[in-house]
């Protein structure tokens, strides 16, 4: 399967450098493509690489196409945000290829009578689904998963092979829940009492919206008293850990191994690197960006890129700094010492 | 459902000031409580919302009762530990609405002919038991569980979805395992032969106590020839890895994301907070906290609180002291040559 | 079920000391062997323990067995390497005692009439294999596990429960998936279109080697537009993470909660201790060794051992030098100061 240029630009826009009628079938790397392929080019470093590309068509960025586009044999479509052009033609692309699955409920799911299962819905083998619970419209639920009693599940919805979407939770439209992701898990609440824990009962649920894409192996805990909410268009990568009464803001994004400690609220179009860290507590203000590794122990009023993270180095550099690390206060109080001695002599020499 | 005062304080005791046959349905937070509701004071910087809290009860510590219970317009409850009081009445609030699950074994669970299962046991769908497995009385295993060869559960346990109990582990009375949690896989032992990994057998178990609760996609390996221990009252949250031939003592706790290496030692009522990586072969004492995402790489043989993660701040910023870190060598150099410069300078003067 | 220290002589070299007719029946460590067992000696800080050691026989290196050989009461097998001749000889121990899985379907498993299954493989409950996948001779695939369509397991693999194996994705022979590992699973890629993620369809593919073993609840994503590659003889622990796009070299290692990136590339022979994380499109050169806990941000060119965590210390003690860490810049500064006026102080009176 394959298609036209023009066909592209129709769907997706940008402006047309050549021949409309030459067709693409699938993506390629700017170094590896062939003719039957379209790149695209958003690393500035690659920028060498546009002369030799063997690809049919360029997407490409209005400056970089004036600096570049010349050297390029193929087609071109200059667009503002060729990454952004390149996500949605792939998804074209899978589309075209991909096997819808076939609606119908496999004869092992184990579904309770009690349960509504919406029009157009696929459900795997070994599925269990509870009471009261709510599958809307095209969902596609895969082998192995778990959806607890009274959860509510909107449209479109893909849940990946295993995942545990424990009693009275809900998720909105077309969110995704990667394989093994378990969401609603009571959360880590205890009281110490004469050193023994007492268990808090959590009550809250998870409340996910829209657009929502959530990892593998990913957990999300229930509320104890409210509930836990992550709002439209959130994307969390895999292993990520979510604590109870959490509130994650609109269209940010966490990248894996995140752990987010219970009660942190999140503004919007905020990101997360790597194996950050946020305490329990906080607030994080919009349009925050953690880089990854770094750990984040009270609230971030301003929006803006924050780090935290101690330097690699050779193991040996690395033994020496960090006993000098701990030894930062007398160094401190010797720099004192210093400058009290040097005022000392200049007051001498007066 | 609800309960007067005057049953909380017979089941828990307190010192009631006002009318015990008021009736309370459930918990909320102080600055949303209404008519119905009880609540509780244990953070002092909420002491200014109880003049203007709805609830028809609190609960309040005597100290705090003193400054400002009188402001409260309900009843109280003056009690030593609230944050306890809450907890044990929240349970018993949960356990007047929760449905008990209906005893009996599903009919699609996979049992095998010698596993032994206690009275008044709860068995969901596909639900795997394999030869020898012992399931105490009362226990809730619910759907998608795993419980290998020889296993033992003791009585009164619940594993939510999808729990992995490997072959020959043993759990004791009232413990939790929740969703994907998996207990008794195989370490992490190798011997490395030229380059080549050999894998070392893990011939040891897990040996699981009383009132442990263990959190979702949480990982204990088996020993590799001795057992790995949890003791009883452990609580560890979701997506923590223990390694083999760990010993966890009684009453400690652990946040999520925590690592703790092979052959780790914990003492009886140690905390770890989130994130935080306990290296190999150590041994701490009780009583020890190590806070959220700091790295003990050798052993604590003193209780206290012990810190170390590198602090945020402002990326620009933390470029150039992170940076500094790696010079710490030099900079200590020049402060001795500074020292020498004036002592040298003082040394002329004299 | 017993051997003869001739039989392990036989099976896997080594210089006997003493009487080859002597039997062992299991491993057991230094200082709890008792005279069935036979034991090793790796650690010098436990020479100390031979004399009064218990077991029918030790593994010692001819270094140790010239300094402390004699003062063993048993037999002794000198050995190169005695931590790789346990391994080796507790495997045929092991051996020994399991009883081979049955070779069968389980009637409950969910296997497409298109999957090929090999000769000998045994399939537990509750397994799903999707259309068009293959599975080698002997492979053990325990219950609950998914295999997704087009799917390729080569022979002699062994997938504890509830592993999760996605759609086109290949394995090579006498490889261990552990108990809720995930691999193949979408990798984390979106384009940031106005504040919106756009999902990038993730089209390649897992492909991993023979004689892997990968450890409880890790997470594997697939490629993006190419394959994500993990070579021969790599050992993964619990819990770890790893991007699209990366490339694992043969024989390397990494302890649990690893986190790597997207387009992190290995070379072989590495390790990484646990909790480290590396970031995305690095490149690691063979031999390179991260220790727990570190963070890997630029690719590292030359083998070694490289370091980067902040050292632990009792709370109060972190706190001021934490703060000290953030005012790096300023003492820089000061010492600078300092210079000057020493040279000028110097100055003046030359």
């Known amino acids: 399967m394959s298609i036209t240029l023009q066909g ?7 402006q047309l450098v050549g021949d409309g009628s030459v067709t693409v079938s699938h993506f390629a790397p700017l170094d590896s493509a062939d003719g039957d392929s379209i790149t695209f080019l958003t690393n500035p470093k690659f920028k060498n690489l546009v002369a ?3 690809a049919a068509a360029l997407i490409i960025s209005p400056r970089d196409n004036q ?4 050297q390029f044999k193929g087609q071109r479509i200059v667009a503002p945000n060729p990454y952004a052009y390149f996500a949605h033609a792939a998804q074209l692309f899978q589309s075209m290829k991909a096997v819808p699955p076939e609606p119908g409920i496999h004869p092992s799911a184990c579904i309770d009578p009690t349960a509504k299962i919406g029009e157009g819905v696929t459900i795997g083998p070994f599925v269990t689904i509870e009471a009261g619970a709510e599958i809307g419209d095209r969902c596609h639920i895969e082998a192995g998963c778990f959806i607890g009693r009274g959860a509510k599940v909107g449209a479109d919805c893909h849940f990946f092979p295993r995942v545990v979407f424990m009693y009275e939770c809900e998720i909105g439209e077309r969110s995704v829940l990667r394989p093994g992701a378990v969401i609603g898990c009571e959360g880590f609440g205890f009281a110490n009492e004469g050193g023994v824990w007492v268990k808090i009962p959590q009550t809250g649920r998870v409340i996910i919206g829209n657009d ?4 593998a192996n990913t957990t999300v805990d229930r509320g104890a008293l409210a509930d836990t909410v992550v709002e439209n268009g959130v994307k969390l990568d895999n292993q990520i850990q979510i604590g109870h009464n959490c509130h994650i803001g609109e269209n940010s994004a966490m990248a894996g191994c995140v752990g987010v400690a219970g009660s ?5 179009n905020c990101t997360v690197g790597g194996a950050a860290m946020i305490g329990g507590h906080l607030t994080i203000a919009d349009g925050v960006h953690v880089t990854a590794s770094s750990v984040v122990q009270s609230s971030i009023e301003k929006r803006g890129v924050y780090s935290g993270f101690y330097p690699l180095a050779p193991h040996r550099e690395w033994e020496k700094s960090a006993v000098l690390v701990r030894r930062l206060g007398s160094m401190r109080d010797k720099i004192r010492e210093l400058e009290k001695a040097i005022q000392t002599l200049s007051g001498k020499e007066k």
């Open 8 to 14: 592209l630009v129709d769907r997706f826009g940008g």
């Open 52 to 54: 030799t590309c063997q």
């Open 67 to 70: 600096a570049v586009g010349d």
């Open 212 to 215: 929502v894409q959530i990892g």
């Open 264 to 268: 942190a609220t999140f503004g919007k």
